[in-house]
């Protein structure tokens, strides 16, 4: 990874901002206009030109402008990106909406895929070890997704129709040991039309039971948002499940 500039950082910062608050790709007149960066717009330009030539932004098809890539989204995601920590309101209420399903696995997963993707407006998905998939929200994803891009929404949702592939992602989770897991883009997905979706995935653990939950959702998803969300949630499954 080539080392980025304390500038650049920043410039990289603010375009993810505004590329999720839009979903729109930046040019440099919207930065200069928007955001107090204190450099002429020729500087804004040549350091964006500079981060595309490092791999952190990419062009798109239809505009000048430029959008983050995948390796643009670990930066941020490893080393800007301040996480908002969920309320102690929030924790109560998504204790008090799976509490009554804690004795039974199928009925904890089932309901808490429900809950995840009413909370978050993605689509909420858990994968076990014994073979068992659960999901909710469809239709949150035709909000979230550009009506342009319909054919990669209807390939989003042709991925529920696949255990083999959300196993394949709960093996590759397994094997990185991490906290919390994301797939972003063509290079995780292995396919250039998932090039704008992204997966956040937490394991746990019931019993004999081991599986990941998470959200499919788009690349320009609020990780800051839903990283903790998704950690908090496989820790309450966790918690509150009554193993037999």
Known sequence: MQELTSRQIEILKVIIEEYTASGEAVGSDVLEKKYKLGVSPATIRNEMVVLAQKGYLSKTHFSAGRVPSALGYRFYIKNIMKEKHLSTVDEVSYKNSLWDDRATVYKLLAHGVKILAEKTG??????????????????????????????????????????????????????????????LGEEDFFDPVFEPCAIVM???????????IGVLGPKRMRFDIYIPQVRYFSQLLEQIAVVK
């Open 122 to 183: 993605m689509i909420a998905i858990a994968v076990t070890n014994t073979g068992d998939m659960y999901y909710s929200g469809v239709s949150n994803i035709f909000d979230q997704m550009p009506t342009d891009e319909l054919n990669v929404t209807k390939k989003m949702c042709g991925l529920l129709d696949q255990y083999s592939f959300w196993q394949q992602v709960m093996q590759r989770y397994f094997a990185t040991e991490q906290e919390v897991f994301y797939m």
């Open 202 to 212: 937490s394991d746990f653990r019931i019993g004999d039971v081991h599986g990941v």
